[in-house]
């Protein structure tokens, strides 16, 4: 009886607050209002499964509308191509300036994806419906990082291939250590973008408060993650990269389990 009336309460509030908005079309908002009901539906579920459920639900959305990662990648296509035309190969090789290149445009165009991360929950007031479902507060941040995760993953897969082309770079076998530095450089600015997106959310300037949140908490990761990849494309030994590595390993762990308990009592406020 209790998780009946849970229940019922999480569709009440997510059916007064999807009457109060029209920025969306019926069938967006139907799609949206299933997606919150069904994290609903799976009361006393454990916090990752949780956090599966609302990742899924996050993914599902993005590829019904397509439109952040059209944005995202477009945005770091676009970065890739200025800087390689304002490139002057007889002051700088390629292989110098490559890592830069990569991690600003990353930082950037990871920027879009964590905007969209709450924001698209606000026309319909969906978050209203997660916070009231029987789950875990850190569920809906872990939850929304990973779907992050996936969506930034995406656009690397487009973005780094296309640099590696236009730059002419040496692997030089380096593809496996390179993968390990952008996961984990991506796992960090994931943790803490994720956690300032859903601070800077429901305020009027959320596209401008959460890049002067996020970007300096974005400097060590991006240091760290542009020293590795010049390493390992220059074909030196991994060893010179083992302190930037320790240091992104320390990062993502201290991000990941802090932001995980702040965000409960950020989300109250």
């Given at each position: 009886m209790r998780q009946a009336e849970i229940r019922e309460s999480v569709l009440s509030a997510t059916e007064r607050s999807s009457a109060e908005t029209g920025?969306?079309?019926?069938?967006q908002r139907g799609n949206r209002y299933n997606d919150a009901r069904q994290?609903?539906?799976?009361?006393?579920?454990?916090?990752?499964?949780?956090?599966?459920?609302?990742?899924?639900?996050?993914?599902?959305?993005?590829?019904?509308?397509?439109?952040a990662i059209v944005s995202a990648v477009s945005f770091s296509i676009l970065g890739i191509t200025l800087f390689f035309f304002a490139w002057d190969p007889t002051?700088?090789?390629?292989?110098?300036?490559?890592?830069?290149?990569?991690?600003?445009v990353f930082?950037?165009?990871?920027?879009?994806?964590?905007?969209?991360?709450?924001?698209?929950?606000?026309?319909?007031?969906?978050?209203?419906?997660?916070?009231?479902?029987?789950?875990?507060?850190?569920?809906i941040y872990l939850g929304k990082a990973l779907a992050?995760?996936?969506?930034?993953?995406?656009?690397?897969?487009?973005?780094?291939?296309?640099?590696?082309?236009?730059?002419?770079?040496?692997?030089?076998?380096?593809?496996?250590?390179?993968c390990?530095?952008?996961?984990?450089?991506t796992l960090g600015l994931i943790a803490v973008g994720t956690l300032f997106s859903a601070m800077a959310v429901n305020t009027r300037l959320a596209e401008l408060l959460l890049p002067l949140l996020s970007l300096p908490f974005f400097v060590p990761i991006v240091i760290c993650a542009a020293q590795s990849t010049a390493i390992m494309l220059s074909g030196r030994p991994v060893l010179e990269a083992a302190a930037y590595l320790k240091?992104?390993?320390?990062?993502?762990?201290?991000?990941?389990?802090?932001c995980t308990l702040v965000y409960p009592y950020l989300i109250e406020q």
């Amino acid at each position: 009886m209790r998780q009946a009336e849970i229940r019922e309460s999480v569709l009440s509030a997510t059916e007064r607050s999807s009457a109060e908005t029209g920025e969306l079309s019926d069938v967006q908002r139907g799609n949206r209002y299933n997606d919150a009901r069904q994290v609903s539906r799976h009361s006393e579920v454990g916090m990752l499964r949780a956090a599966w459920i609302i990742a899924a639900k996050d993914l599902k959305i993005e590829y019904r509308e397509r439109s952040a990662i059209v944005s995202a990648v477009s945005f770091s296509i676009l970065g890739i191509t200025l800087f390689f035309f304002a490139w002057d190969p007889t002051g700088v090789s390629s292989v110098d300036l490559a890592p830069g290149v990569l991690w600003v445009v990353f930082s950037f165009g990871g920027l879009l994806a964590l905007h969209r991360s709450f924001g698209v929950e606000q026309p319909t007031r969906a978050i209203d419906a997660l916070l009231a479902a029987p789950i875990e507060r850190e569920s809906i941040y872990l939850g929304k990082a990973l779907a992050n995760f996936v969506f930034v993953l995406v656009i690397q897969l487009i973005s780094v291939p296309a640099l590696i082309l236009l730059y002419n770079l040496p692997l030089n076998g380096a593809v496996p250590m390179l993968c390990l530095v952008i996961g984990l450089a991506t796992l960090g600015l994931i943790a803490v973008g994720t956690l300032f997106s859903a601070m800077a959310v429901n305020t009027r300037l959320a596209e401008l408060l959460l890049p002067l949140l996020s970007l300096p908490f974005f400097v060590p990761i991006v240091i760290c993650a542009a020293q590795s990849t010049a390493i390992m494309l220059s074909g030196r030994p991994v060893l010179e990269a083992a302190a930037y590595l320790k240091v992104l390993v320390a990062y993502d762990v201290v991000a990941i389990v802090l932001c995980t308990l702040v965000y409960p009592y950020l989300i109250e406020q």
